[in-house]
T-cell receptor, first 112, second 111 residues
Framework: DGGITQSPKYLFRKEGQNVTLSCEQNLNHDAMYWYRQDPGQGLRLIYYSQIVNDFQKGDIAEGYSVSREKKESFPLTVTSAQKNPTAFYLC???????????FGPGTRLLVL | LAKTTQPISMDSYEGQEVNITCSHNNIATNDYITWYQQFPSQGPRFIIQGYKTKVTNEVASLFIPADRKSSTLSLPRVSLSDTAVYYCLVGLMEYGNKLVFGAGTILRVKS
């Protein structure tokens, strides 16, 4: 069954802690993306990657880091430098950088 | 810098046709226009994509004028289950042709 999976569905972070959100796709897509969505707001781009071992900052990259060691995986780390991390995080992938993006189910991050 | 513009919200009744317009004055020359639907606490779902003129699929139509500075998503005969947020996604020249989401339109369908 092809698609994009994100885990966990809910994640809790303590003050000063780094947490990593998982995103995996088996669609053989080259491009992957991370978005942040705040309540009642649209999607804002955090990072994107068009090919393995390469990624670029989006509009709100500060306090976040990513890696793209494998084509199917694009984990996002929310670092302690991100002072307001509570949000809904969405991962997406596309065949190429300008093609239709397909989204995962999202991870909701909450701060304890 | 202006990105894209969509109405914040729209109300409709079951069985009516709904048209949602997205303005994108600086759309990248070669990019498609894509629309998504999102329900609460879920990832956006692809609805329809087009480059120019009119595109129709089993759930919606997309109208794009010749200048491509706007696009209109048309949902025929909406039902209660169409209550959701609708986003347009386009590449914008002022952002290096990067794909940019609109702020979204909340559609409320009433019985």
């Amino acid at each position: 069954d092809g698609g994009i999976t994100q885990s966990p569905k809910y994640l809790f972070r303590k003050e000063g802690q780094n947490v990593t959100l998982s995103c995996e796709q088996n669609l053989n897509h080259d491009a992957m993306y991370w978005y942040r969505q705040d309540p009642g707001q649209g999607l804002r781009l955090i990072y994107y990657s068009q090919i393995v071992n390469d990624f670029q900052k989006g509009d709100i990259a500060e306090g976040y880091s990513v890696s793209r060691e494998k084509k199917e995986s694009f984990p996002l780390t929310v670092t302690s430098a991100q002072k307001n991390p509570t949000a809904f995080y969405l991962c997406a992938s596309s065949i190429g950088g300008e093609e239709t993006q397909y989204f995962g189910p999202g991870t909701r991050l909450l701060v304890l | 810098l202006a990105k894209t513009t969509q109405p914040i919200s729209m109300d409709s009744y079951e069985g009516q046709e709904v048209n949602i317009t997205c303005s994108h004055n600086n759309i990248a020359t070669n990019d498609y226009i894509t629309w998504y639907q999102q329900f609460p606490s879920q990832g956006p779902r692809f609805i329809i994509q087009g480059y120019k003129t009119k595109v129709t699929n089993e759930v919606a139509s997309l109208f794009i004028p010749a200048d491509r500075k706007s696009s209109t998503l048309s949902l025929p005969r909406v039902s209660l289950s169409d209550t959701a947020v609708y986003y347009c996604l386009v590449g914008l020249m002022e952002y290096g042709n990067k794909l940019v989401f609109g702020a979204g339109t909340i559609l409320r369908v009433k019985s």
